[in-house]
Structure formats: C-alpha cells, structure tokens
C-alpha cells in the first residue's frame, strides 16, 4: 500500500513539473490562438484528473487513518482490560500464594503427626516383638484373682489391641492426607504460573499490534500531508491554466443566445446549495461550486442551453459528467452521472432541453443526484444566478 503511495506522489510531483514548464512557454504569448486554447483546456484536463486522483487517494488514506486509529482504540481498550485482569490475576495469585503456604503448613503437620504415630507403633512393635503377644495375653488374663478382674483385663486386652489398629488406621490416613494435599499444591502451582504466562503473552501481543498500528498511522498521515501539499499545488496550477483560459476564450466567440433552462425537468428539489458548506464525505468546509438537485437512479438530464460538449466521460470526485460550451465564455457542467449513463460524445452540438445523461451517484457522493454548474470564463458561479429554478 505505501510502495503504491509513494509511487503517485512521484507522479503527482511530474506531473506539476511539466505544467510548471508549461507555464514558462506559455507566458510568453501574449494572445491565443484556437489551438492555444485546446492545449490549455487540455493542460487543465490534466490537472483536473491529477486533482482527482489526489482527492480518491486523500480519501482513502483518511479512512486508512481512521480505521488503523479505531483499531488501535480497540487494542488500548483491550490494554486497559487487561490491565484489569493483571489486578485480579495478581490477587489470585496471592490468593493461591497464601494458600500453598497453608498447605505447606498442613503438610508439615501431617508429616509431624505422622512421625509421631510411626514412632509410638515402633515403640508397640518392639515390645510385642519382646513378648510374644499371645503368651502376654494369657499370662496377663492368669494373673486374675477372680471372675471380674478376669473380665477386667479381658476387656484391657481388646483395647491395646483395638488401639494398635487404630494407630495402623491412622497412620494411613496420614500418609494419604499428606500425599493429597502435595498433589494440590503442586496443581496450585502449576496453575499460578500458565495464568500468569498466559497473561504475558496477551499483553505482548497486544503491545506488537498497538506498536504496528501507530507506526501505519504515522506512515499515512505523513503520506496525506504530502498529498495535501500536492493538491494545493495542484489547485494552484487549475487557476493558472483558468486565467491562461479565460484569455484565450476572449476570441473564441460569443453566446449562442437564449436563457439557460433547469437540467432536470421532473426534479427541482435543491439539497445542497452555491457556497461554501461543512462536505458530506471529507467533514471539513469546502467551496461548494455548483448545485446539488436530488433526482432518482437514471432520471433524465438536460441541457441547459444550446452549446457543443466539450468533455464527457470519468473525473474523479466528480464521476461520469458533462460540459457544454455556450460560447461567450459560458459553459455548465454535469456531475455524477450513471455509469453508462452520458448520452452525447466530445463535439457533438445540442439544443437547450435536449436529454445529455442520467442521472447517478458516480464519484465522490453520497446518494444519487445531479451536482450542476455555471462557469464563466472558467471560473464558478451561482447556478441561481443563471438558470431559475422551476
């Protein structure tokens, strides 16, 4: 995209060039002839196209701007998201910081109490391995005096016994506590850190995208700046070549009469107006140089006056359009025009009235409509002034 940039300002930049030298000849005559003034209309055809293109570019390089600014308000958005999931990760993992420390402590307890029963069951296993067990417990039930004290010890043996299987019971259940809560801590652990790596990731991500988007911006508002200078030295230039013109048309006869009729005979609703206005597409106040009549898809338009076209076919902003020449000076234009909708050839004469095109929304417009003109001497005037509306 920038490589095809770069490439037209160069052109834009030649094509200034050669009408600058253009201008060094032709100043040196001092009345023009016929074919002087084809070459100056031809010159400001040139600039007019260049012109156009530049507005096609400058357009397309403020929507770049503006959609590459939108994403990146997206990306900052998603930051600052982020920057909140970054608090609450960083909670949880105090959270589970906390609470691998517990578990830490809780195995440590276990692991004490284990030593602990382990211990008193080596102490009961060496002294029943001393004494045979069933040997103790018949020697012991004999040392009784009597029947009750029989039952006594009877009963005192069951529960060493039932106590030394409780310890083995417990101690089970330790070495199972403990293996438990060392699975937990280590999923704890393991969880905290993809958390956090996934976390970093996003954020690195996010800071290369916001990175290659400020960069494209940059890159396209230096681009527009200097579109913007090649349109002002274009304009410059389509003035010039007016004031070459208007010098030239001096000889170029006078007008073939009658007044101007409305360009569009079943519409004469005006929605924009002569003068300068905030522009629909480009949001900044702009000269408007014509008329704008609302009209339907390929409804018909007419010519104003009798006269001979003199251009008809694409111009940029303003799309598929028209000119006639009245004579005298006088010319009107017809913008916007239906693809495949002009109805007349370069040099071909025609009446006031006579159908030329149809109407459409070609070029720079928001909806179908005729934008019309009035020049005089190639500059514009107030359509009003000239053609009364119906």
Same mark, same amino acid.
């Given at each position: 995209m920038h490589k095809k940039q770069g490439e037209h300002i160069q052109m834009t930049k030649r094509i200034i060039c050669l009408?600058?030298?253009?201008?060094?000849?032709?100043?040196?005559?001092?009345?023009g002839s016929a074919s002087q003034l084809s070459d100056y209309q031809k010159k400001l055809k040139e600039a007019e196209t260049a012109k156009s293109k530049l507005a096609q570019n400058i357009k397309k390089t403020e929507k770049d701007i503006n959609w590459n600014k939108k994403k990146r308000d997206e990306v900052v958005k998603e930051l600052e998201a982020l920057g909140l999931e970054k608090e609450q990760i960083e909670?949880?993992?105090?959270?589970?910081?906390?609470? =691998?420390?517990?578990?830490?402590?809780? =195995?440590?307890?276990?692991?004490?109490e284990y030593d602990e029963q382990m211990e008193l069951l080596q102490e009961r296993l060496r002294v029943m391995y001393k004494r045979s067990s069933s040997v103790w417990e018949l020697d012991e039930l004999l040392k009784s005096r009597n029947v009750n004290e029989f039952i006594v010890r009877l009963r005192l043996i069951r529960q060493i016994a039932e106590n030394d299987q409780s310890i083995l019971d417990s101690i089970e259940e330790k070495r199972l506590e403990i293996e438990e809560l060392k699975k937990r801590k280590q999923y704890e652990l393991e969880y905290a850190v993809e958390q956090v790596k996934h976390f970093m990731q996003q954020i690195e991500e996010k800071e290369i995208s916001r990175s290659s988007l400020d960069r494209e911006i940059k890159s396209d508002e230096k681009t527009l700046k200097q579109y913007l200078k090649d349109e002002d030295q274009l304009e410059k230039t389509s003035k010039e070549l007016e004031v070459l013109i208007q010098k030239a048309q001096k000889s170029s006869g006078v007008y073939r009469g009658g007044d101007l009729v409305w360009p569009m005979p079943t519409n004469k609703n005006i929605y924009s107006y002569y003068g300068n206005r905030l522009h629909p597409i480009y949001k900044v106040w702009k000269m408007h140089t014509g008329i704008d009549i609302g009209s339907a898809l390929n409804e018909a338009i007419v010519a104003a006056g009798d006269g001979t076209v003199?251009?008809?076919?694409?111009?940029?902003?303003?799309?598929?359009?028209?000119?006639?020449?009245?004579?005298?000076?006088?010319?009107?234009?017809?913008?916007h025009i239906n693809k495949g909708g002009i109805l007349v050839k370069v040099g071909q004469d025609v009446k006031a009235g006579q159908k030329i095109a149809k109407a459409g929304k070609t070029g720079t417009a928001t909806g179908t409509h005729l934008h019309f003109e009035v020049r005089v001497n190639g500059k514009h005037q107030n359509p009003l002034e000239y053609v009364p509306q119906p």
């Open positions: 009408l600058f030298v253009f201008f060094l000849t032709s100043s040196l005559v001092l009345h909670q949880q993992v105090q959270l589970l910081e906390s609470a =691998i420390l517990s578990l830490e402590d809780a =195995i440590a307890k276990a692991e004490q003199i251009d008809a076919g694409y111009r940029g902003g303003y799309g598929y359009m028209v000119i006639i020449d009245h004579g005298g000076g006088i010319t009107t234009l017809y913008a």
